[in-house]
């Protein structure tokens, strides 16, 4: 009985994205019964806790090892299994990024569960199993379909659920699991990350540039006016094919899908693929000087114009307002 | 070194999706099926690997009903040398991932690659769940990936960036670009592509534990409100007042 949610955190702290899986498993918990259990693996500071409590956990287990600070996939995998085992959770709940796709994949191979992902809400029981609601075809569609099974591992999308807040915060339960030599035979022999800089698939408000911004050496303007509203930084495919701009910004069909409260394209024509990234958003301005994009029929608020005048001026206007 | 490729059957990416009368079915009418994207990269990667290392062999693998086989054609015209179709309904990713297994236990595959997800379901589960059923290494999204011997090293994105991993065969890779350029048959591949062989079995038992009901289609987004460029603070006040976002 009971659900486990799996927190991935960013320096050191819980991401905004496993506060709502915890949300999440607070929700099926209330629907299956037993604990709705919050487990962070590797290093955790001291108030991770207030907020997975907060967040709907009933118990927070942390163990400390830092070789999960790694994010490697097989030890993530074993020790989620070793947590499920322990603590008889048939429910086990991630937010979907990079790593959980494959951890969730293995974990429900590991412990026997069917698998659910993408989810965009919280199910409904239904029999034996639930009811969701899951985003398919790259945000171009959502399926309603049946998951059966005793157990069940769910992966949400970003903005699934709001996170409730309001719980008790939880002192964290130290545990321990083992890491087996067959679970480490991949070696990270170099991490190369941009520091300080807002996680994309994570942020609230995203800045992206395309082949309109006509050079790398043109993306102070896109990073000033992310500055200026807290925002990731994102561009169109043709810009990190070129090189301008490194892959891990791309966002679309073939990059990083974004689901944030605000997204701003700067010099985005608006290919389908393109759209395909960013139609969760919930608001979307665009900047483009061609009055016919495609992107102002997928977007709230337009702006036609040429870009180099437009986002100084919006840079200025936001600090003003502040 | 034997390469098996898993490739999905998809619409093409630029297709606006539309769904039968009832909801109950995806609309194909005018829909061009292709080879995943992402399948696509890790299919061009392996048939750079082959023609690096000597002796090596690509094996395109599809889940799917007759309907696919034109797509595996095109696989096979990009230079996998044979290919081997699983006559199922791709149910749900257990079950793909069940087939696939099934095969390289019946093979002896050194390096198994696909896409990191597919682009109509989007699980990015099936290279997972293979590498757990196989007890190997998985790794996934890969963007580079060499083979020296048994020794592989790959470049895996992470979020904000990317590392630089080395590990061994027997690999599961979940691909993405830029791992290779993306290849476009040639008239010679095309042409030995109909007489490559296309081996097709028949799956073994699993249940999909996902069953998929009906689908909708996301709501509309209202007419977009075009701001004056002489005034872009009206767009502040707006994304402030009206909108609320910031």
């Given at each position: 009985?009971?659900?486990?949610?799996?927190?991935?955190?960013?320096?050191?702290?819980?991401?905004?994205?496993?506060?709502e899986?915890?949300?999440?498993?607070?929700?099926?918990?209330?629907?299956?019964?037993?604990?709705?259990?919050?487990?962070?693996?590797?290093?955790?500071?001291?108030?991770?806790?207030?907020?997975?409590?907060?967040?709907?956990?009933?118990?927070?287990?942390?163990?400390?090892?830092q070789?999960?600070?790694?994010?490697?996939?097989?030890?993530?995998?074993s020790?989620?299994?070793?947590?499920?085992?322990?603590?008889?959770?048939?429910?086990?709940?991630?937010?979907?990024?990079?790593?959980?796709?494959?951890v969730?994949?293995?974990?429900s191979?590991?412990?026997?569960?069917?698998?659910?992902?993408?989810?965009?809400?919280?199910?409904?029981?239904?029999?034996?199993?639930?009811?969701?609601?899951?985003?398919?075809?790259?945000?171009?569609?959502?399926?309603?379909?049946?998951?059966?099974?005793?157990?069940?591992?769910?992966?949400?999308?970003?903005?699934?659920?709001?996170?409730?807040?309001?719980?008790?915060?939880?002192?964290?339960?130290?545990?321990?699991y083992?890491i087996?030599?067959?679970?480490?035979?991949?070696n990270?022999?170099g991490s190369?990350?941009?520091?300080?800089?807002?996680?994309?698939?994570?942020?609230?408000?995203?800045?992206?540039?395309?082949?309109?911004?006509?050079?790398?050496?043109?993306?102070?303007?896109?990073?000033?006016?992310?500055?200026?509203?807290?925002?990731?930084?994102?561009?169109?495919?043709?810009?990190?094919?070129?090189?301008?701009?490194?892959?891990?910004?791309?966002?679309?069909?073939?990059?990083?899908?974004?689901?944030?409260?605000?997204?701003?394209?700067?010099?985005i024509?608006?290919?389908?693929?393109?759209l395909?990234?960013?139609?969760?958003?919930?608001?979307?301005?665009?900047?483009?000087?061609?009055?016919?994009?495609?992107?102002?029929?997928?977007?709230?608020?337009?702006?036609?114009?040429?870009?180099?005048?437009?986002?100084?001026?919006?840079?200025?206007?936001?600090?003003?307002?502040? | 070194m034997?390469?098996?490729?898993?490739?999905?059957?998809?619409?093409?990416?630029?297709?606006?999706?539309?769904?039968?009368p009832?909801?109950?079915?995806?609309?194909?009418?005018?829909?061009?099926?292709?080879?995943?994207?992402?399948?696509?990269?890790?299919?061009?990667r392996?048939?750079?690997?082959?023609?690096?290392?000597p002796?090596?062999?690509?094996?395109?693998?599809?889940?799917?009903?007759?309907?696919?086989?034109?797509?595996?054609?095109?696989?096979?015209?990009?230079?996998?040398?044979?290919?081997?179709?699983?006559?199922a309904?791709?149910?749900?990713?257990?079950?793909?991932?069940?087939?696939?297994?099934?095969?390289?236990?019946?093979?002896?595959?050194?390096?198994?690659?696909?896409?990191?997800?597919?682009?109509?379901?989007?699980?990015?589960?099936?290279?997972?769940?293979?590498?757990?059923?196989?007890?190997?290494?998985?790794?996934?999204?890969?963007?580079?990936?060499?083979?020296?011997?048994?020794?592989?090293?790959?470049?895996?994105?992470?979020?904000?960036?990317?590392?630089?991993?080395?590990?061994?065969?027997?690999?599961?890779?979940?691909?993405?670009?830029?791992?290779?350029?993306?290849?476009?048959p040639n008239?010679?591949?095309?042409?030995?592509?109909?007489?490559?062989?296309l081996e097709?079995?028949?799956?073994?038992?699993?249940?999909?534990k996902?069953?998929?009901?009906?689908?909708?289609?996301p709501?509309e987004?209202?007419?977009?409100?075009?701001?004056?460029?002489?005034?872009?603070?009206?767009?502040?006040?707006?994304?402030?007042?009206?909108?609320?976002?910031?």
């Amino acid at each position: 009985m009971g659900v486990l949610v799996f927190v991935e955190t960013e320096n050191g702290a819980p991401k905004g994205s496993a506060l709502e899986a915890v949300s999440f498993g607070k929700a099926i918990a209330d629907m299956v019964g037993g604990e709705n259990v919050a487990l962070v693996l590797g290093s955790m500071d001291g108030s991770g806790g207030d907020s997975l409590g907060s967040a709907g956990a009933d118990k927070v287990l942390h163990d400390p090892n830092q070789e999960y600070d790694k994010g490697l996939i097989a030890p993530t995998s074993s020790a989620i299994s070793q947590a499920v085992e322990a603590s008889g959770a048939d429910h086990v709940v991630f937010s979907k990024s990079s790593l959980s796709d494959s951890v969730a994949a293995r974990v429900s191979i590991k412990i026997g569960a069917s698998l659910a992902t993408n989810l965009v809400s919280v199910p409904q029981k239904a029999g034996d199993g639930f009811q969701v609601r899951r985003s398919i075809f790259t945000g171009k569609a959502i399926e309603n379909a049946e998951v059966s099974g005793d157990k069940v591992v769910f992966s949400i999308k970003k903005g699934a659920v709001e996170v409730q807040g309001g719980g008790g915060a939880q002192n964290p339960e130290t545990v321990s699991y083992s890491i087996s030599d067959s679970d480490l035979k991949a070696n990270i022999i170099g991490s190369h990350k941009a520091e300080g800089d807002v996680l994309l698939p994570e942020a609230d408000i995203v800045v992206s540039g395309g082949r309109g911004m006509k050079g790398p050496e043109n993306w102070g303007m896109i990073e000033d006016l992310a500055k200026s509203l807290g925002a990731a930084t994102g561009c169109s495919k043709p810009v990190s094919d070129m090189g301008w701009r490194p892959h891990h910004e791309h966002v679309g069909q073939t990059g990083v899908k974004v689901g944030p409260n605000l997204y701003v394209a700067v010099g985005i024509s608006g290919a389908i693929q393109h759209l395909a990234g960013v139609n969760s958003s919930k608001v979307i301005v665009v900047i483009n000087k061609d009055p016919e994009a495609p992107f102002f029929k997928a977007a709230d608020y337009g702006v036609v114009g040429d870009a180099f005048e437009i986002v100084p001026k919006f840079t200025e206007a936001l600090k003003g307002a502040n | 070194m034997n390469i098996l490729v898993c490739i999905s059957h998809v619409p093409d990416t630029t297709t606006k999706i539309k769904f039968s009368p009832d909801n109950k079915e995806l609309d194909k009418q005018g829909v061009q099926f292709v080879i995943g994207p992402y399948d696509d990269f890790a299919l061009a990667r392996a048939v750079e690997l082959k023609e690096q290392i000597p002796g090596s062999k690509v094996t395109a693998l599809n889940v799917g009903k007759a309907e696919t086989e034109p797509t595996i054609r095109k696989a096979l015209a990009i230079g996998a040398d044979d290919a081997i179709r699983v006559n199922a309904h791709p149910g749900d990713s257990l079950f793909v991932a069940t087939q696939i297994h099934e095969v390289i236990k019946n093979g002896e595959y050194d390096l198994v690659m696909m896409g990191r997800e597919t682009s109509d379901y989007n699980t990015g589960a099936v290279h997972g769940m293979v590498a757990e059923m196989l007890g190997w290494p998985g790794l996934s999204p890969v963007m580079k990936l060499e083979i020296n011997g048994s020794s592989v090293s790959l470049q895996r994105e992470i979020e904000g960036g990317h590392e630089d991993i080395e590990t061994q065969l027997p690999l599961v890779a979940g691909c993405q670009e830029p791992i290779a350029e993306w290849k476009i048959p040639n008239m010679r591949g095309i042409m030995s592509a109909r007489t490559k062989p296309l081996e097709v079995r028949e799956p073994v038992p699993s249940d999909a534990k996902v069953k998929s009901g009906s689908y909708e289609l996301p709501s509309e987004r209202s007419e977009c409100r075009m701001i004056d460029p002489e005034n872009v603070g009206e767009l502040v006040d707006l994304l402030k007042s009206e909108a609320k976002v910031i």
